[in-house]
Structures are given as C-alpha cells and as structure tokens.
C-alpha cells in the first residue's frame, strides 16, 4: 500500500463428502453411520483450510497484512487492538465476526457491552481492509476472516510467532449484546478458577489460557480496569503499584489515563508479560492470579525462559504455544458452508446494507 490514510486508522471503535464403493449396501451404510457419527464429534472447523481463498482471492493475505503494517506503523498500539477485537469475537458465539456490526433496529450489538465499550479498538482499521479486499475480489473474503488475518499480522509486526491462518468461516447476520456482557469474555477482575472455566467453555485449555495470556505483553488498559489493583491487592510488587498510583487515583474514573500491560517492553512480543508476573508485576487482577497460587507457576515460569528456545523445535516454549491456542481460538464454533454470509460492509448484514441505500424521499 502506497499510503495510509490517517482516517481509517482513527482510535474508534470475524462435509468433506467421501465416496466409497461396495458390493455390500449394508457395509455402505454402516459406513455412512460411522461418518456422521465422527463428524457430529467434531466441530464445523473441519471445513476450514489454510488454502481457501488460494483461487478467489490469491492477493488476500499481501493486502491484509501491508493495512496491518501501515496501521501499526502509525501506532503500535493498534497491534494489540486488533489481536484483541480478534479475540473478544471468538469468544461470544465463536469467531464470526459478530464484534463488528454496529446496532440494528433488531438486535443491540457487542461494541458497547461492558468487556469492549472503549476497550476493542480497530473498527475502522478492519473496514479499510475489507474495502480494499472487496476491490480485488468482490463478495469473496469474510470479515470474520479478515480479522483473523490481522490479529496474526498484528502479532507478527510486533515481533511474535507467526501460524498458518484457517480461512473459510462466514459472517454472521446478528450480534448477542448479552452475552458479551454477560458472561462470555473473561473479566479482568477474575480468579484463576474463573479463568479456567470462561476458556474451558469455548473448548481451550488451561494451557491455552496461559498462553493466550502472553498477548498482554503488548498493548495498554485504562486506569479503571487496574485501579483496584494497585490500591487493594496484596500480591502486587510495592513500588510497582506506588508507580502506577501516580497516573491513576484512587477515587474516580479516570477514562484516558492508561499504563502498559508489560511495563519492561509494552510494543514489543515478547515473554516479558511472563517475567513480570513472576515478580508480582503484573497489571491487572487476572493477570497475576496466574501466578502464585501454584496450579499454573510452571507454565509461567516455563514461558518466561530466556527467547532462545523459540527458535528451537521445543513443542513448549511460549511462542510455539501461542501460535498452537490461536489456532485452536479460531477454530471456535465458525460458520461455515451455506450458514452465515460474506458481509459487503462488516458493520453491517447485507439486508441492512442493502436497505441504507434506498432513498425513501417521497417528493410531490
């Protein structure tokens, strides 16, 4: 991409069938049994591949990625927004790019539920990709894709692992407000028992939580979200809170006052987040009940190891780990096949996009 236009990365706020010859039509059917029953085990991820738009859209990942590197390059931390929107759409009702649609006179959207409302960012940075992939490849390409596209080049730009990207999921056509405020996302005032169970509901491991954990070794969270922390908690470093205290008062809202989430290297990817918790610096509540109850210590530890090991074939080391948990966060309950639809605008169905452009102006 030639340039980047400063507006559209504003602060504002995703049956193999098998044929098989037999003499026998029993044989054919017990087989066809067999089938379904191994598929109804499965999820519909099945169906995704890293290769899916190899045909309709060969330039896809070059045009998704050269937006992510201009919108980072004008702020690193829109690295960390966009791994972040990725993530808070997997969570409710699986990554279907439900995150992006605005509100409707039909359902309310997620972008103001408690967990996002001034907290996921990116919107606009996801728009201007999908404008420049639907210039290459008209109704091809999901938005649901298109946000997980940029969350592995957001990780990557900042100095992470990189993965091979499934592809293949569809948008939704309706958002659950309730849900994303409810209960879906982890709080950051969670416990360690709670952390578990938030992430075993969407099918991913404590493993994979305290992997996925390691994301916070980028980007920023706002005073209120840390406040009780530095004030309350117990196992939390002395002069570490003394130093967060000077930017955010006990009392009061203080909506723009932000800290980094890894005070050693916060626009960089790296195991510092991990090295933090280890001497009781981590921002938020959720972040250092990782360690120190003793359940997950050694994954902590483990990942807080010098980085040397990344570039080694050890199957746990922190980044090899990291890329494996965001494999698997996207392959939570996609929509696939005929369900879903390709958006023309990710914040809008197509019905409602549709419909915005007809002029009702009755003139006589």
């Known amino acids: 991409m ?3 236009a400063s507006s559209y990365f504003s602060s504002s706020s995703s049956s ?3 044929s098989s010859s037999s003499s026998s039509s029993m044989v054919i059917n017990v087989t066809f049994m067999l089938f379904v029953l191994l598929m109804g085990s499965t999820t519909s991820s099945a169906k995704l591949s890293t290769k899916f738009y190899s045909k309709t859209c060969p330039n896809l990942h070059s045009i998704v990625k050269s937006t992510v590197k201009c919108a980072v390059s004008k702020e690193k931390r829109m690295g960390a927004s966009l791994l972040r929107l990725h993530f808070h759409d997997c969570f409710v009702n699986g990554c279907d790019g439900s ?3 605005d509100d409707t006179s039909s359902f309310k959207g997620e972008k103001t539920a408690g967990p996002n409302y001034k907290s996921v960012r990116g919107y606009n940075v996801i728009d201007y990709i999908k404008s420049k992939v639907e210039a290459a490849c008209p109704g091809v390409v999901s938005c649901a894709d298109i946000a997980t596209i940029a969350a592995r080049d957001s990780t990557v730009i900042l100095g992470g ?5 499934k592809l293949g999921r569809r948008d939704s056509k309706t958002a659950s407000f309730s849900l994303a405020n409810d209960s879906a996302l982890p709080a950051f005032t969670s416990n360690l028992k709670e952390l578990i169970h938030t992430f075993k509901r969407v099918g991913l491991s404590t493993k994979d939580m305290v992997a996925l954990s390691g994301s916070h ?3 920023q969270a706002r005073c209120v979200v840390f406040q009780d922390r530095i004030y309350h908690d117990t196992n939390i470093n002395s002069s ?3 130093r967060r205290q000077e930017n955010c008062p006990s009392t009061g809202y203080r909506g723009n006052n932000f800290a980094p989430l890894d005070y050693q290297s916060p626009k960089i990817f790296d195991n510092n987040y991990y090295k933090n918790l280890i001497i009781q610096k981590g921002l938020l509540h959720s972040d250092q009940v990782l360690h120190g109850d003793g ?4 994954l902590v530890e483990k990942y807080s190891k010098s980085l040397v090991e990344i570039y080694s074939k050890d199957p746990e080391a922190f980044y090899s780990d ?3 948990a965001m494999i698997k966060m996207g392959d939570i309950k996609p929509l696939t096949g005929s369900k879903g639809e390709i958006r023309k605008n990710c914040r809008k169905v197509n019905y409602e996009e549709e419909c915005s452009k007809v002029n009702d102006d009755d003139e006589t």
């Open 2 to 4: 030639a340039s980047c």
């Open 16 to 18: 193999s069938s098998s």
């Open 295 to 298: 359940s997950t210590d050694p």
């Open 217 to 219: 070794t980028i980007g």
């Open 240 to 242: 570490f809170a003394k």
């Open 99 to 101: 995150i992006l649609l």
């Open 322 to 324: 990291f890329a494996a």
């Open 161 to 165: 692992p990189t993965w091979d990207v």
